[in-house]
């Protein structure tokens, strides 16, 4: 695939992949927003999808999540078919989003919002105890509106809030997203530290240069296609530009495998 993998390919100890998504088309309207999108993401990964603004990666994300309905596809999770089941009852499964603009309920205080995300949490390691060991700020600052809180402060707590969920993949949309580059390289250096507790991430990053950083896989979307797909080790500067801006010479994706063919 030109320097390029199957979208998802296998890990060495041959597992099973945690998300899969087949043959997905989701439109807005008239539009086609996502067309034939497929992917595999395997535990313990950071699957990074990357491109322009419009090219869906963000309604991908969404799509995941359960807040759109695809015209046809499939999402599967864990091997279960999720594609009809609502956004919250996803959350049960272990699907949570931190979405673009951090959606914070901006009235209420950081506690308060934490305790929103703790309303649907399965069983597991995050409380929101451990959410202030390890943001050691919020606990000072647990009683003071997010509306008060700058950008960054505000991504935090809404990173927290779907920790305590008991995810076992976390959906992060633009983290970096009007955000000063120190900024984020601080909420990035976080990632480690989240992965260790088993969790798997797909994240939405417009910033390539980040993305190549932080991922195990890169997966490029141009107005709703993929147009490369690969680990940031096997593909190159030139193919990701061509990807990203549609250029000729761009690596054409192959096919996703089937089942047991990785």
Same mark, same amino acid.
């Given at each position: 695939?030109?320097?390029?993998?199957?979208?998802?390919?296998?890990?060495?100890?041959?597992?099973?992949?945690?998300?899969?998504?087949?043959? #997905?088309?989701?439109?807005h309207g008239q539009?086609?927003?996502?067309? =034939?999108?497929?992917?595999?993401?395997?535990?313990?990964?950071?699957?990074? @999808? @990357?491109? =322009?603004?419009?090219?869906?990666?963000?309604? #991908?994300?969404?799509?995941?999540?359960?807040?759109?309905?695809?015209?046809?596809?499939?999402?599967?999770?864990?091997?279960?078919?999720?594609?009809?089941?609502?956004?919250?009852?996803? *959350?049960?499964?272990?699907?949570?989003?931190?979405?673009?603009?951090?959606?914070?309920?901006?009235?209420?205080?950081?506690?308060?919002?934490?305790? *929103?995300?703790? =309303?649907?949490?399965?069983?597991?390691?995050?409380? @929101?105890?451990?959410?202030?060991?390890?943001?050691?700020?919020?606990?000072?600052?647990?009683?003071?509106?997010?509306?008060?809180?700058?950008?960054?402060?505000?991504?935090?707590?809404? @990173?927290?809030?779907?920790?305590?969920?008991?995810?076992?993949?976390?959906?992060?949309?633009?983290?970096?997203?009007?955000?000063?580059?120190?900024? *984020?390289?601080?909420?990035?250096?976080?990632?480690?530290?989240?992965?260790?507790?088993?969790?798997? *991430?797909?994240?939405?990053?417009?910033?390539?240069?980040?993305?190549?950083?932080?991922?195990?896989?890169?997966?490029?979307?141009?107005?709703?296609?993929?147009?490369?797909?690969?680990?940031?080790?096997?593909i190159n500067a030139?193919?990701?530009?061509?990807?990203?801006?549609?250029?000729?010479?761009? =690596?054409?994706?192959?096919?996703?495998?089937?089942?047991?063919?990785?």
């Open positions: 695939m030109n320097g390029a993998e199957e979208p998802g390919e296998a890990p060495p100890d041959g597992g099973a992949p945690l998300l899969e998504v087949h043959d #997905l088309v989701v439109h539009l086609r927003a996502l067309d =034939a999108i497929s992917l595999r993401v395997f535990p313990g990964e950071v699957y990074a @999808i @990357i491109g =322009a603004n419009g090219a869906g990666k963000s309604t #991908l994300l969404r799509t995941i999540a359960g807040l759109h309905r695809p015209t046809t596809g499939s999402v599967l999770f864990d091997g279960t078919d999720v594609t009809g089941l609502r956004p919250e009852r996803r *959350v049960t499964r272990g699907i949570v989003m931190v979405p673009e603009g951090r959606r914070l309920f901006e009235s209420l205080s950081v506690e308060e919002n934490l305790k *929103v995300g703790a =309303a649907y949490a399965r069983q597991g390691p995050w409380t @929101i105890e451990r959410v202030y060991e390890m943001f050691g700020w919020m606990r000072e600052r647990r009683n003071q509106p997010t509306a008060q809180l700058s950008g960054g402060e505000q991504q935090t707590v809404a @990173i927290g809030r779907a920790l305590v969920a008991n995810p076992r993949m976390l959906l992060l949309d633009e983290l970096s997203l009007g955000l000063a580059p120190v900024v *984020v390289q601080r909420i990035y250096g976080m990632l480690p530290q989240i992965l260790s507790t088993g969790l798997t *991430v797909l994240l939405v990053e417009q910033d390539v240069s980040q993305a190549l950083r932080v991922a195990s896989h890169i997966h490029c979307l141009l107005e709703g296609r993929t147009t490369l797909v690969g680990r940031p080790t096997g030139d193919q990701v530009e061509a990807a990203y801006f549609g250029l000729a010479g761009a =690596a054409a994706p192959g096919p996703v495998p089937e089942e047991g063919e990785a």
